[in-house]
Each structure stands twice: as structure tokens, then as C-alpha cells.
């Protein structure tokens, strides 16, 4: 099959991806559930020939800081909690690749004291970006995740760090419990704690009251050909508007989920090496072919990174 017709049909049939569904490819049908994999020693050692080439690097908004085009997400699943060593061959890896955005997910498989190890011996020439509240919820017994002060504080600790790169804030209208953490984050950047403040959203118009109240630096978005066409059922919308917006008030565009989400990365894999035994052809490229080529160019696109094989 030409490379061409290829990426044509790969992009038809992906888009056709349901909550739990298959994707068409010719006459033959794949079933790519939504579902989380458990991950071995065996997959977690399978390599593919290194990259070469420079990594680009673009200026994330007005702040003058460069990132590479492709950021590395610690977002993982609870099965490869016990994989440290391997975790850390990949945060090596990545930086030796040219990456030097790591977002650090903590959520309930405690990623930041791993991360804080795995980054310290380059935590002089890498960004670090979390979510504000999130270190320390649920596994440590707390019912509520920490309040926005509390949780950098013992982040900074954590990561022995003067400062956070990145601090995002979960707000997505005047009414959610964290807003009052906006006034909090900001202060913390004046006073030198956090460099840039910003958010994540799921659909363009939870960002109207955000970008339209505070000096925010920056905003997370999911881009890809499943959560732009059919995200849950949803008709999620143009991104394009609102980055038009957000260019123009110099807030940098950071994308998510390239690989639409951490549900579909191991299928996709599973898939191309069902339609090529040879290995020639991979999804995970072809739907970054897609972002590339749609015209919305993000600042970097933030991916959930869980073997070397798929980073």
C-alpha cells in the first residue's frame, strides 16, 4: 500500500474510534478497546532505532522561554509503578533526544518523588511543569488534594527546586472550588516560586472566562483526529479560533493527547504491527502527521510517554 493511501485510510479509520469500538482499515476490522493495558518487563525493554536529527524549539508564547516541539508527560499507568529503572532510562533518553519540558502528573501513582530522582542530575537544564493541587492526594490518605499554597510548597520540597516552571491551575469556570487558587498562584509568581501560570481544558469555550480574567502564560488543550471529531460523543469544535485568540494576547499553546489518549497508545501499537509485521508502518506517526500538518502549530505537544519503544 502507498504511504499516501496509507495515511488517507489510517485517518478515515481513526476517526471512526468509538468509547469502546473499532477502527476500519480496508475491508478488515481491528478492535481497539478502550481500555488500560498492564505493562511487563518484556514490553518495557523493547527499543526501535534512535531518532536522529536536532529537536526544533519554539518560543512558548510571549515568555521568551523555548521548548522542544514535543514535551515528555509522566502521565502513567499503575502497572508501571514498579518499573523505575526503566523510567528512568526513558527521562534520560528523552533529553538526549532533545526534550526538555517534563510534566510531572502525580495523581495516584506517585510520580513526583520518582520524577524529582530521575530529573535531579538535569534539573538545571529541564522545565518542570504539575498540576497545583495534585501532590499528595488520595495515596497519602488526604480527602481533598492540597490547597494551591500548600501543594507547591511541598513540591518545591519534593524536587528541591528554588522555583516550578509550570504551575496549571484546574478552572474551568467562575464556579469551580479552585478559582480561588488563581489570586494564590499568581502571588506565588511574583514572589519568584512559580515562572508561569496556566491551565488545562477539554473544549474551547471552558477557556472564555479563563483567558478573559487572568493574565494566564499559558493553556493546554487535547489535539488529535479522535477528541477533535469525536470526543465521548461530542462534537468538541474548532481549536482554531481560540488559538487565533490566544496568539494574539501572546498566551503560549501547548496540545495534549497526541495519541488521542492513554487508553488507545498500546492498541495502536498492537494494530500496526497486525497491519505490518515488518514494523514499516505505526499509527502513533501517522496521527502526529495529522497535528503537524493541520495548520494549528501548538508551541509543543505534550504526550504521555510510557516505554522507550513508544516514546
Not at 481497539?32 to 493495558?37: D, M
Not at 490566544?246 to 489518549?261: C, E, N, Q, W, Y
Request: charged share 25%; glycine share 8%; hydrophobic share 35%.
Amino acid at each position: 500500500m502507498k504511504r499516501r493511501t496509507f495515511i488517507h485510510k489510517t485517518v478515515a479509520g481513526v476517526t471512526a474510534f468509538g468509547t469502546v469500538g473499532c477502527s476500519v482499515f480496508g475491508r478488515k476490522k481491528y478492535k481497539l478497546p478502550r481500555k488500560l493495558v498492564k505493562y511487563s518487563p518484556e514490553i518495557l525493554k523493547q527499543t526501535k532505532q534512535k531518532p536522529v536529527g536536532i529537536m526544533p524549539m519554539h518560543e512558548l508564547g510571549s515568555t521568551g522561554i523555548k521548548v522542544s516541539v514535543y514535551s515528555f508527560g509522566s502521565h502513567i499507568t499503575g502497572s508501571l509503578i514498579p518499573y523505575e529503572k526503566e523510567r528512568e532510562r526513558m527521562i534520560r533518553e528523552a533529553f538526549d533526544l532533545g526534550i526538555n519540558l517534563f510534566d510531572i502528573y502525580d495523581n495516584t501513582t506517585r510520580q513526583y518523588e520518582p520524577m524529582s530522582r530521575f530529573l535531579s542530575p538535569i534539573k538545571k537544564d529541564v522545565l518542570i511543569s504539575v498540576h497545583g493541587h495534585e501532590y499528595g492526594n488520595v495515596y497519602e490518605g488526604n480527602p481533598k488534594s492540597l490547597n494551591g499554597e500548600d501543594g507547591i510548597e511541598k513540591t518545591l520540597r519534593v524536587f528541591k527546586r528554588d522555583y516550578i516552571d509550570f504551575v496549571r491551575n484546574i478552572s474551568p469556570g467562575p464556579d469551580n472550588k479552585y478559582e480561588k487558587d488563581w489570586e494564590v498562584f499568581f502571588r506565588m509568581k511574583e514572589k519568584g516560586y512559580i515562572r508561569f501560570v496556566g491551565t488545562a481544558i477539554h473544549r474551547p469555550n471552558e477557556a472564555d472566562h479563563i483567558i478573559d480574567t487572568y493574565p494566564i502564560d499559558y493553556l493546554i488543550f487535547p489535539y488529535n483526529f479522535y477528541h477533535n471529531l469525536n470526543y465521548t460523543g461530542e462534537f468538541v469544535g474548532d481549536f482554531n479560533p481560540l488559538v487565533k485568540k490566544l496568539r494574539d494576547r501572546g498566551i503560549g499553546v501547548i496540545t495534549m493527547k497526541p495519541f488521542a489518549s492513554e487508553w488507545f497508545i498500546p492498541h495502536l501499537l498492537k494494530v500496526s504491527k497486525t497491519i505490518d509485521k515488518a514494523g514499516n508502518i505505526s499509527l502513533g506517526p501517522t496521527m502526529l502527521m495529522w497535528s503537524i500538518n493541520s495548520g494549528l502549530e501548538p508551541d509543543t505537544t505534550l504526550g504521555c510517554m510510557y516505554s522507550i519503544y513508544e516514546m
